[in-house]
């Protein structure tokens, strides 16, 4: 099971190696091979995942390995769906370096396959953790949307219009694509909380406890929900947008790893 | 033929604000200016010419003040303004002057964003037009069809007009950059420059879905609005208008700023901090530099469009000087043609190239005829004048006729065709 993960992990570099290069050079088929080698990376990384489910009995998001893992595979998903519907230029040279740098995340986590304690048994871990990871992957795409409009903007307002303003989308993609991401992403971070709540309640017996992660999901939540809201009432767009998209993710790190680090937590035996 | 005889007598935006050259008005129609110009005493040949940013009487008139400030009082007539300040805001170009004004017009050198290539069309509209009217005789003729081939010579031999065009397809570029997709965004025109004008074409050929033309005179709005099939306001609904356009291209004449910072916060509110893209390339300039400041607005000047084209602005000075140099060189030319224009210079011309030829051809028949004595040499040499003479004795007889000064011109100009004395190296003379 290592071979497969580390073939995966090199899957992922060589498609994320690709993807820079090609953004540098715009050799139009570097980026062709790039696509592929992420879709076969992608593919891998779905066997994987299956393979490990079946070695350890459970959905494979119990430990920070596999939270990370996962995260990284949804992360592949949405992007590759995403580009399937809706088309942002040079959109992967922003993404695959966000998933390597999750799976090099991955690969330095403790790989071995962890037996869940019995209050963790439950449907409710496949539904609450991969809802909420996948959330995660959507609003990893707002934020690399955030950093492309930065980007671009940057070269607009200051007139000098140089390597990237060649190479991104015009201010209006990358807003919608803000739009987009978030649009999705936002109710299934709603879900996320909500089936972790209805989880706690059948586990610990109450729905919310105040414990530091539970808070910090509520503070991205609210944070996602403030942009939302402020989009669609007083037009708060673009520049603004992808600043608060950018901020609102480093909230979803925070709830992710920092509150494991720092706080601690019933969450804390788990990604 | 005095080359003092050409004048050229006009306003553009170098010697008149806008609000001077817009009570000129002569919007649409220029036959009726043309006509006028024509019937004044003393005028022999004349072109009109009136874009948004000069008017212009081309002249080829007596040589005495008298025409000229006729056309003056005429072009000012309903003006309002006192003598004076007609002076003040006029340039009256005589002779090699004038001809060099109509090199550097046509050839872009004179517009307000140099190199923008629709002046030339329309120097050609209004040469059209007074042939049209026969107000166009020999040398507007060579003149005009002379400046057309400068202007040729310059945009092939310089840069100058590629960055022109480049500016508003940077322009276009830049729209593109910020709003993706142009189709259904609307572009605002402040004032009618031809630069504005070209960038507006550009913006249509990308798809934009509506131009909103606002200007001091509604009228001239209206004219430009009708052209692209849009949608006319006045310059005081400039801020209002605002609320609902996605782009500005302001190119008014204004002595100061028409737009400041203060005014346009408000304004992204109700916009629901849509972006807005404003052009600047008025000369001064027309909106404030601290725009760029605001969240989600976009302002680029004529220079900051040029330094995204990466013209370097010493590479434009050396363009500049090389097709200033191709005007003066084309300028003398013009004024050595204009100078044989005269009964005495052809004359001459005509009887030098009649000697040439004798000479060589004589040369060469004695060539082949060793055995001629010096007489048989000396009678053939007579012959050869003989002839000569005689062939010539009409053609001047016909130079020297009586006539109308314009008769005499044409019959001028036949003559020299006929003997092709303005070839020079098989170079056309027809320009």
């Not at chain 1, 990376?41 to 393979?51: I, S």
């Not at chain 2, 340039?91 to 872009?108: D, E, K, P, Q, T």
Request: proline share 4%; hydrophobic share 50%.
């Amino acid at each position: 099971m290592d071979i497969l993960f580390q073939l995966v992990f090199a899957a992922y570099l060589a498609a994320t190696a690709t993807a820079l290069v090609f953004f540098w050079t715009l050799n139009q088929r570097l980026r062709t091979v790039s696509r592929g080698l992420l879709l076969v990376a992608g593919l891998l990384h779905t066997g994987y995942l299956v393979a490990r489910a079946v070695v350890s009995g459970h959905t494979p998001i119990a430990s920070s390995h596999e939270a990370v893992s996962f995260f990284a595979w949804a992360l592949t998903w949405a992007f590759l769906i995403f580009r399937w519907r809706y088309r942002v230029k040079n959109f992967g040279a922003f993404v695959t370096p966000m998933i390597t740098i999750l799976m090099i995340v991955a690969l330095f986590s403790p790989r071995q396959v962890v037996d869940l304690p019995p209050a963790l048994q439950s449907w409710w871990l496949p539904a609450h953790a991969s809802i909420a990871l996948m959330a995660n992957a959507m609003l990893a795409l707002a934020f690399c949307g955030g950093i492309m409009f930065l980007l671009q903007e940057r070269e607009i307002k200051r007139k000098r219009l140089g390597f990237f303003a060649e190479r991104l989308p015009s201010l209006e993609a990358l807003d919608n694509l803000n739009q987009h991401c978030l649009s999705i992403g936002f109710p299934l971070l709603t879900m996320g909380i909500i089936t972790g709540s209805v989880w706690a309640r059948q586990a610990w017996g109450a729905y919310w406890q105040w414990d530091p992660k539970e808070t910090w999901s509520l503070i991205t939540w609210l944070i996602y929900a403030a942009i939302l809201h402020q989009r669609f009432t007083v037009g708060w767009r673009r520049r603004r947008a992808a600043i608060m998209a950018i901020v609102g993710f480093g909230a979803v790190l925070f709830t992710l790893w920092g509150v494991n680090f720092f706080l601690g937590g019933v969450h804390s035996y788990a990604g | 033929m005095p080359a003092e005889k050409i004048a050229c007598l006009g306003v553009n935006h170098h010697t008149a604000p806008v609000a001077v050259r817009e009570r000129l008005a002569f919007s649409g129609d220029c036959s009726r200016p043309l006509a006028a110009i024509k019937e004044l005493a003393g005028c022999d040949e004349c072109c009109f010419l009136s874009t948004c940013n000069r008017v212009e009487a081309l002249l080829v008139a007596d040589p005495t003040a008298e025409t000229i400030k006729a056309a003056r009082e005429f072009l000012f007539a309903g003006s309002g303004l006192s003598e004076r300040e007609v002076e003040q805001y006029t340039y009256l170009h005589i002779g090699s002057a004038a001809v060099r004004h109509v090199f550097r017009v046509a050839a872009s050198l004179d517009s307000m964003v140099v190199g923008e290539p629709q002046i030339l069309g329309q120097l050609k509209d209004a040469y059209r037009l007074a042939v049209e009217h026969n107000a166009a005789g020999p040398v507007l003729h060579r003149l005009l069809s002379k400046s057309f081939s400068v202007a040729k010579r310059i945009r092939t031999e310089t840069s100058i007009g590629s960055s022109a065009v480049s500016i508003s397809y940077a322009a276009v570029q830049l729209a593109r950059k910020i709003f993706g997709d142009l189709s259904g965004r609307r572009v605002l025109l402040a004032g009618a420059g031809e630069m504005a004008e070209l960038a507006a074409e550009h913006l249509l050929a990308q798809g934009i879905g509506k131009v909103v033309v606002a200007n001091r005179t509604l009228e001239r709005a209206m004219n430009l609005a009708r052209r692209f099939n849009g949608e006319a306001v006045g310059l005081d609904e400039l801020v209002p208008q605002l609320a609902g356009v996605d782009i500005l291209i302001s190119s008014t004449g204004a002595p100061g700023l028409i737009l400041r910072k203060e005014e346009v916060r408000p304004i992204m509110r109700q916009r629901r901090h849509q972006p807005l893209f404003l052009i600047d390339i008025a000369v001064p300039r027309d909106l404030d530099p601290g725009l760029n400041d605001l969240d989600n607005v976009y302002l680029y000047d004529i220079d900051d469009l040029r330094q995204v084209v990466e013209v370097n602005k010493a590479q434009r000075k050396q363009e500049a000087d090389k097709a200033e140099r191709i005007v003066a060189e084309e300028t003398i030319k013009f004024d050595h043609w204009l100078a044989n224009m005269d009964l005495g210079p052809t004359i001459a011309e005509l009887r030098r190239k009649a000697d040439e030829i004798r000479r060589a051809e004589t040369a060469k028949t004695l060539a082949g005829l060793p055995d001629l004595g010096l007489e048989g040499q000396k009678a053939l040499e007579l012959m050869g004048n003989a002839m000569l003479n005689k062939l010539l004795h009409h053609p001047m007889l016909f130079l020297k006729e009586e006539g109308t000064p314009e008769e005499k011109r044409r019959n001028l100009l036949l003559v020299r065709k006929i003997f092709g004395l303005d070839q020079s190296g098989g170079n056309g003379n027809g320009g």
